[in-house]
């Protein structure tokens, strides 16, 4: 059945919509429009909730007519929509809710409500048509944790960040070196010319069993020794920010790539995907390619970091399995995917960790 799904996302601080064109085992992204809200945030050093409920409001409209506009559809085309639902900040998630509520009111056209984790899990089955059951690693500024995608609504949670999320502690340490934002890129590019065995950081969990991670105590003690190089020669020089960089991006990488191959042991799949914005780094993607001999999926760029197309296809599924939501549909700051597991205690920046 062709269907042509308006996805629609305002979890975070980017808000996005976008045109898909089913069937699900044969999707089309025909347009994919993203406005990222980082400027707006900059001078906070982090993400404002209302401010980011506010500008979601103000661009939503306008992102969806971007969306239809590139994808040469008109709103009358559009067959139903998909909005996040959760789990985010929740002024921004009702922001997305209601503006789907009123076009599939107005269009007289089917809602679904998707939980954001579910876009990013099923993302490389968007890009790549990969089979059930996979192993996913969800690695971004808000999410971390190991996922076995077994169907379109079925997750099993193998473990998860107990505090901070990776793509957090990339943008504390770019804030502690004075690095910019999104501290992400700019501690990649300060590695480059940095020694990765400089520094001795820990690797926390990996005495534990499991698949859980932690990242809270790998800030601090990047933030313990900068000050220690600091207190003895007055300063930091840029060898020591490069290599302090590349210590700390080996340190998660090494815990990345450790609990992966735990993950796999439990998984049982014939496939290893990874998504989310930390995906982008190269020396992870590297890292977590050679865990096993596995096939490798890292989706796109544009598709690992939020959007909207990962909702139009999640939502696609979703329509596909016979599942639509009223009028009733409620915004969930949080939501786990898997309801079954244990809670994540983590709650950072970015709202709950789910
Ligand atoms: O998935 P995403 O766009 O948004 C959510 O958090 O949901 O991920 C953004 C995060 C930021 O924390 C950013 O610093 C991190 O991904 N990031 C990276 C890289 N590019 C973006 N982290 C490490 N290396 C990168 N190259
Ligand atoms: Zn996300």
Redesign the pocket.
């Given at each position: 059945m062709s269907q042509i799904i308006l996805g629609i996302e305002s979890s975070?601080d980017d808000t996005a919509a976008a045109i898909l064109r089913g069937p699900g085992t044969a999707p089309r992204i025909l347009s994919n429009v993203v406005l990222s809200q980082t400027d707006l945030h900059a001078k906070f050093g982090g993400v404002v909730p209302e401010i980011a409920a506010r500008a979601h409001a103000e661009a939503l409209d306008l992102m969806v007519e971007q969306a239809l506009a590139e994808a040469k559809t008109a709103l009358s085309d559009i067959d139903a929509i998909a909005v996040t639902a959760g789990p985010g900040l929740i002024g921004g998630v009702l922001a997305g809710v209601m503006a789907a509520k009123g076009l599939a009111m107005g269009l007289g056209r089917p809602l679904v409500g998707i939980n954001h984790l579910a876009g990013h899990a099923l993302t490389p089955r968007l890009t790549d048509g990969i089979a059930f059951p996979y192993l996913l690693l969800l690695v971004?500024?808000?999410?971390c944790q190991f996922l076995r995608v077994e169907g379109a609504e079925r997750f099993v949670r193998l473990g998860g960040t107990i505090d901070d999320?990776p793509?957090?502690a990339?943008?504390k340490v770019a804030r502690l070196l004075g690095l910019p934002q999104?501290?992400?890129?700019s501690?990649?590019t300060a590695a480059q010319g940095g020694n990765p065995k400089r520094f001795a950081l820990p690797r926390p969990l990996l005495d534990r069993p499991g698949c859980d991670l932690s990242f809270s105590g790998l800030k601090t003690a990047v933030l313990r020794t900068r000050d220690t190089i600091i207190a003895k020669h007055g300063g930091l020089t840029e060898q020591d920010r490069a290599d302090l960089c590349a210590s700390f991006q080996a340190a998660v990488a090494d815990v990345l790539a450790q609990k992966t191959a735990r993950a796999l042991a439990l998984a049982e799949v014939t496939t290893f995907a990874v998504a989310?914005?930390?995906a982008?780094?190269q020396t992870?993607r590297e890292r977590l390619q050679s865990v096993s001999d596995l096939p490798f999926v890292a989706p796109p760029l544009a598709l690992?970091?939020?959007n909207a197309a990962m909702i139009a296809y999640a939502g696609m599924l979703a329509f596909e399995n016979g599942r639509s939501d009223g009028m009733d549909l409620v915004a969930r700051p949080r939501w786990p995917l898997d309801e079954k597991a244990a809670p994540m205690i983590g709650s950072g920046k970015?709202g709950a960790k789910a």
């Open positions: 975070c971004s500024g808000g999410h999320a793509g957090e990339f943008d999104p501290g992400g890129p501690v990649e989310g914005g930390v982008a780094n992870l690992c970091t939020d970015r």
